[in-house]
């Protein structure tokens, strides 16, 4: 069965610092994966997400991930963070359901940002 | 901007009552999933649907809960009668099948009392 592992649950880091978050998964084939990021009192919204090719993804607001099937990781990159990107983020790997492709989310990192 | 949109935002009712969730998904979308968001078990997905068929809805407590898609534009989801564990923010997500990417609604948070 599919699994994500964000070994994260909370991080905290300075305003202007780099950021990784861990994202693990477990999948039998070729995964498809993304990162969300949800605000307080909102919904999912897609940063970014990999189906093939170039192992190195950007996304919206200065994010990007990193494709490791060595490793089966994705991680999430920023090279500055600002105090808006505080929020929890979700890894998630897509599945073949009964006939439509489901994903199934990790636990999610919260993301504090000290000023 | 398409956006997929949910009501009501927030809830609050008895426990026993019956509660209506509503959800319009993004025009052209295909898929259709429901999902249960509280702290201790973070994002469980309840059903999903294909061209308005429900595929799986193994994730839902099915002596109360139920999901339909009654037209291409509407999702609902009942629970009867609810109880306080029920407690959460429901959210539903659309998307077209072969692309795996969902679009989620803002959600509704529901409190049963």
């Known amino acids: 069965a599919q699994s994500v592992t964000q070994p994260d649950i909370h991080i905290t880091v300075s305003e202007g610092a780099s950021l990784e978050l861990r994202c693990n998964y477990s999948?039998?084939?070729?995964?498809?994966l993304f990162w969300y990021v949800q605000s307080p009192g909102q919904g999912l919204q897609l940063l970014l997400k990999?189906?093939?090719?170039?192992?190195l993804v950007q996304g919206i607001k200065g994010f990007e991930a990193e494709f490791k099937r060595s490793q089966s990781s994705f991680n999430l990159r920023k090279p500055s963070v600002h105090w808006s990107d505080a929020a929890e983020y979700f890894c998630?790997?897509?599945?073949?359901?009964?006939?439509?492709?489901?994903?199934?989310f990790g636990q999610g990192t919260r993301l504090t940002i000290n000023p | 901007d398409a956006r997929v949109t949910q009501t009501p935002r927030d809830k609050v009712t008895e426990m026993g009552q019956e509660v209506t969730m509503r959800c319009q998904p993004i025009?052209?979308?295909?898929?259709v999933f429901w999902y249960r968001q509280t702290m201790m078990q973070g994002l469980e997905l309840l059903a999903y649907?294909?061209?308005?068929?429900?595929?799986?809805d193994s994730g839902m407590p099915k002596d109360r809960f139920s999901a339909e898609m009654p037209d291409a534009t509407l999702a609902t989801l009942k629970i009867q009668p609810s109880e306080p564990r029920d407690s959460a923010v429901y959210f539903c997500?659309?998307?077209?099948?072969?692309?795996?990417?969902?679009?989620f609604g803002p959600g509704t948070r529901l409190t049963v009392l």
């Open positions: 997500a659309s998307g077209l099948f072969g692309y795996n990417e969902q679009f």
């Open positions: 999948y039998g084939a070729t995964p498809y």
């Open positions: 990999y189906f093939s090719g170039d192992t």
């Open positions: 998630a790997v897509g599945a073949l359901g009964q006939g439509a492709q489901k994903l199934v």
């Open positions: 025009l052209g979308h295909n898929t």
């Open positions: 649907f294909r061209n308005r068929a429900p595929l799986d």
